[in-house]
């Protein structure tokens, strides 16, 4: 007795045809996976005006003095034109480049530890931030310090209530090719 497997298929050889109903399995489960298929549609790019700017942090940090009362009149604006002229010597434009990551020192006197002066450091945190725009939304970190190793060079932090403010600036633009290890 022969048997009909398959789409109509007849064995004439006398096989039982297991291989049609393997064959026929796998068009079926073909078409139910391509049924199932998930069809995107992309919608169109961004402008380069609407994308999103990515920054990268430079290393090259450089220091600003910070006057002990400061305030948006008073050290504020120096600060301000302080980046300003630091962005410009790189050859940056101000709309590609911020501040990103400063450390507030705060000198301290013989008798006294480098705690003091991180603590006067921490003291003047709130309105050095007040003090520009500039400042308000970057991670700033403090510590006590006589003099501080800023790019390769020895800066004097100065004794108690000086204050000296090392810049690390993010940029937006071309891969920078900075030396990271001095």
């Known amino acids: 007795m022969s048997r009909r497997f398959g789409f109509g298929r007849k064995s004439n050889s006398g096989e039982d045809g297991t291989g049609w109903i393997y064959a026929d399995l796998f068009l079926a489960l073909t078409i139910v996976g391509l049924g199932s298929a998930v069809i995107t549609s992309s919608s169109p790019s961004p402008s380069a005006a609407d994308a999103p700017k990515i920054f990268q942090l430079s290393c090259a940090e450089f220091s600003v003095p910070v006057p002990a009362n400061i305030s948006a009149a008073a050290g504020g604006k120096q600060i301000e034109g302080a980046i300003g002229a630091e962005i410009a010597k790189r050859g940056w434009a101000p709309e590609s480049s911020k501040p990103g990551f400063a450390i507030v020192m705060g000198g301290f006197e013989g008798a006294e530890g480098p705690g003091a002066g991180d ?64």
């Open 119 to 182: 603590g006067r450091a921490k003291a003047l945190l709130g309105r050095l931030r007040a003090s520009s725009p500039l400042l308000k939304q970057i991670e700033m970190r403090t510590a006590g310090a006589r003099s501080v190793r800023v790019n390769g060079s020895e800066v004097s932090v100065g004794g108690a209530g000086s204050f000296l403010m090392v810049v690390y600036l993010l940029f937006s633009g071309p891969q920078l090719t900075e030396d990271c290890t001095r």
